[in-house]
């Protein structure tokens, strides 16, 4: 009785799940999707066109959510850098790729105009921010114990979707972190694991001139005298403005602050001008050295080269003070 009992319920449980799944596609406007052969030429691509976030689009207008496009391959389009303005919408399309092949790998329609998919073995993520501090674990160390795990454990089988990485700590670690973590997840061409990775370190976005597989994306906004639209379009490219200032007035913070955060941001960049905390990577034959930070602005780099040119054998001690006296009062 018991044997019939669970069978009934089993088959009951399937009819459910099918049933659901076939409601909400008919209900949303989802399609099946495609799967490739893992001996075809499209093995290891995830195609997607127009391609929308199940739950956010249930909580917008009917027609107001902007659908976007993917292609990801084990080839030139292996590591996708993701740029653009805060609430623009790339924490939104990371979330809609993974929704939409986990979809697709249970059995179920996708909210997609079309959809062809490579099976993955595991979708990783590092997105969002939180701590455990029960366990004496900051936010950082929350954040840099998700990517250990996604470094050590991805295959060429797996989709990893990184949604900021290193901003729990000082900008230059968290670059540093954020370069290392990408150039590693390039080099590995063992594993070779398609990665999604939106960022705010449009430094990154050099990485696309050095390592094949790597590709830049932003996300499009329309700017304006007074402010920025968001479009939510992602598109080929990198962008070199996060809208930070922009995005904390539309969140209602007074005028005064935001007057004052601009003058602040222009006096930053007039001292330390963005190519001067670029990465300065090189190549050196088959392999690529390691970036560094610039600390000097230029007029200070122009006081290194002038000491650089100096003599310390041929001058008096006298001479010495009088030079160091001109580059005092030059600086």
């Known amino acids: 009785m018991s044997s019939r009992i669970l069978k009934s319920s089993a088959a009951v449980a399937a009819i ?11 209900l949303n ?9 893992t001996d075809s030429d499209k093995s290891g691509v995830i195609d997607i066109k127009g391609g929308r976030h199940p739950m956010v689009e249930k909580s917008l207008p009917p027609g107001e959510f902007v659908a976007n496009d993917t292609y990801i391959n084990l080839d030139d389009k292996r590591i996708q850098i993701i740029t653009g303005p805060n609430m623009a919408g790339k924490s939104t399309y990371l979330r809609q790729v993974g929704l939409i092949v986990i979809m697709a790998q249970m059995g179920g329609f996708v909210p997609a105009d079309y959809a062809t998919i490579s099976v993955v073995d595991r979708v990783f993520t590092r997105v969002g921010a ?13 954040e ?6 996604i470094v050590n454990n991805a295959t060429a089988n797996s989709l990893i979707l990184l949604d900021e990485l290193g901003r729990g700590t000082s900008t230059y670690d968290g670059l540093s972190l954020a370069g290392a973590v ?15 990775f939106a960022t705010h370190y449009h430094e990154l ?7 094949q597989g790597v590709i830049n994306l932003q996300v499009t906004v329309k700017e304006t005298k007074d402010k920025i639209i968001f479009l939510r379009k992602i598109v080929a490219g990198g962008c070199d403005d996060s809208y930070g200032i922009e995005v904390a007035r539309l969140a209602g913070l ?11 941001l222009e006096q930053l960049e007039t001292k330390q001008p963005a190519e001067t905390v670029r990465k300065k990577m090189k190549k050196a034959g088959s392999e690529i050295e390691s970036f560094q930070i610039s600390l000097f602005s230029p007029q200070e780099a122009k006081l290194a080269e002038k000491l650089r ?5 041929s001058i008096t001690p006298l001479e010495a003070l009088k030079i160091l006296g001109e580059l005092k009062d030059g600086v």
């Open 16 to 26: 459910d799940y099918f049933q659901s799944l076939a409601t909400v596609a008919r």
């Open 309 to 313: 040119q100096l003599d310390l054998n």
């Open 130 to 142: 939180a701590d455990r501090l029960a366990r004496g674990q900051s936010t950082f160390m929350v």
């Open 254 to 264: 007074p005028k005064p602050i935001i007057e004052r955060a601009k003058k602040i």
């Open 205 to 211: 976005t050099e990485l696309e001139r050095l390592y």
């Open 182 to 196: 990408t150039e590693y997840l390039a080099e590995n061409l063992k594993a070779s694991p398609r990665t999604l």
């Open 29 to 37: 406007g989802y399609i099946i999707p495609r799967f490739t052969d």
């Open 144 to 149: 840099m114990s998700e990517t250990a795990n």
